[in-house]
């Protein structure tokens, strides 16, 4: 692998080899990563990186675009295949710009808006106080229910009925249930909200029809490429062809200059694996990982936010266990299990050593590991955050990582 950059920039092959070695001997259970096709490397690492291509297909500000406008038109068209969407935009560089650029084409500046507290499972672009979007609107946020780990949909409608929002932000970072898109809609529709989802986390699954869609009912859906839809980093934005001018303007120029062509291929690329059959079983196997492997932690004394989980993710609080969210993901760092360190709902802890740790099924399952691999790795995570600092105990886990991980090749890893 990489044998031009081994010649010409033997330091930065180091790092790529042993990240490549890391990837692959280790068990990959952060809910927001996943391993992209070889197809769509190729994609991302292609020629494409050349050509700037400021505008949109048939209004470029530069010429020799006849090439980059059909990967770009192919792109949009499969988005909206995909999502059933009335219009795509796939230039967003990520998720947190195509989020403010939603904001930026619907909202003024100091509009209310309603939005998930970031330690209840929502993103900073959902309007945490210290964010962009916390600080040019006016952000009122929602919780869970304390007892139940749910959103409160009628707390919500509550919440829309006294405070009258110009928007309401629906999605998640950290949530670990599916969400009543029909039921936010309704309080919008009573207020004369408009309606945003985020679903940055869940797409390949709204993809594959194995979670309901926000797409239907929403004024315009937001979400990264990669996750769940397996793509590469970056984001789309979906909307009610009423809607289409203002996002696009705001996309660009508003926000951004050239888009990241090489990125859209590879978006192009993911979005065509998620139209084929066999995306709807990987999806589907997700769902299933995550369901048994929240059932397997449940037995063995983990308290999961919510009591389980509808998603791919599940959040663990650790609180039981006497044993912080950042010593346990030091502690599965040392095993070869990746995941991190995350608030709960009315965490008492910082935010830098919270209670809990969130982990997720996407990458696993990509691997080809199902049922019997979730109950193995509820049995590593439970050993290790049992006795954390026993070094020699780790390192026969770690073994046993290895040992799994060599019989579930990562895509696009060659060693």
Known sequence: MYETIKKQDEAVYKSMIAEAKRQSEGIELIPSENYVSQAVLEANGSILTNKYSEGYPGKRYYGGQENIDAIENLAIERAK??????????????????????????????????????????????????????????????????????????EVRKMAQEHKPKMIVAGFTAYPRDIEWKKFKEIADEVGALTMADISHTAGLVAAGVLESPVPYFDVVMTTTHKTLRGPRGAIILCKEAHAKAIDKAVFPGLQGGPHEHAIAAKAVAFGEALKPEFKEYAAQVKKNAYHLAEEMKKK???????????????????????????????????????????????????????????????ITTRGMKEPEMERIADWIDRTVTDPQNHENLKVIKKEVETLCTKFPVPGIKL
């Open 81 to 154: 295949k995909l999502f059933g969407a009335e219009h795509a935009n796939v230039q967003p560089y990520s998720g947190s710009p195509a989020n403010t650029a939603i904001y930026f084409a619907l909202l003024e500046f100091g509009d209310t808006v309603m939005g998930l507290k970031l330690d209840h499972g929502g993103h900073i672009t959902h309007g945490l106080p210290i964010a962009y979007s916390g600080k040019a609107y006016n952000f009122v946020q929602y919780g869970v229910n304390p007892e139940t780990g749910y959103i409160d949909m009628e």
């Open 301 to 363: 004394g983990f308290k999961l936010v919510s009591d389980g989980t509808d998603t791919h993710l599940i959040l663990a609080d650790l609180t039981n266990k006497n044993l912080p969210g950042k010593e346990a993901q030091v502690a599965l760092d040392e095993v070869g299990i990746t995941l991190n360190k995350n608030t709960v709902p009315n965490d008492p802890r910082s935010p830098f050593d919270p209670s809990g740790i969130r982990l997720g099924t996407p990458a």
